[in-house]
């Protein structure tokens, strides 16, 4: 079993940056790819970024390559999420995501598909303003 939290959400200005982080229970290096999702009001889950088992690869949503960066502290099961140049459609709740990495398992390791996730986080609101 993993717990996933959240933390560093918050409100800020269009323009300006946050960095979400998420402590895992659990060792999770070497062992679960990690992810971020968010979820805006009236909206589906949309999954934005995925990083490897020890973070050597990354994959990002369209919606959010070149302005957020996904990495992950192995040495303290902390996952991070940077984000720049936030936008009003960015505001949502933000939550992580793992997925145990056996290489018998369909699909890959990294996701950006909910049902992929085996454990996730309560989420942090993150609220970007004009």
């Known amino acids: 079993q993993v717990r996933l939290v959240e933390s560093g959400g918050g409100s800020v200005q269009a323009g300006g940056s946050l960095r979400l982080s998420c402590t895992a229970s659990?060792?999770?290096?070497?062992?679960?790819?990690m992810a971020w999702f968010r979820q805006a009001p009236g909206q589906e889950r949309e999954g934005i970024a995925t990083i490897s088992t020890l973070g050597r690869v990354t994959n990002y949503a369209d919606s959010v390559k070149g302005r957020f960066t996904i990495s992950r502290d192995n040495a303290n099961d902390i996952l991070y999420l940077q984000m720049n140049s936030l936008a009003t459609e960015d505001t949502a709740i933000y939550s992580c995501?793992?997925?145990?990495?056996?290489?018998?398992?369909?699909?890959?390791?990294?996701?950006?598909?909910?049902?992929?996730?085996?454990?996730w986080g309560q989420g942090t609101q993150v609220t970007v303003s004009s």
């Open positions: 995501a793992a997925r145990e990495a056996r290489p018998s398992r369909g699909g890959g390791c990294l996701f950006l598909r909910s049902d992929m996730a085996d454990y």
């Open positions: 659990a060792y999770t290096n070497g062992l679960y790819c």
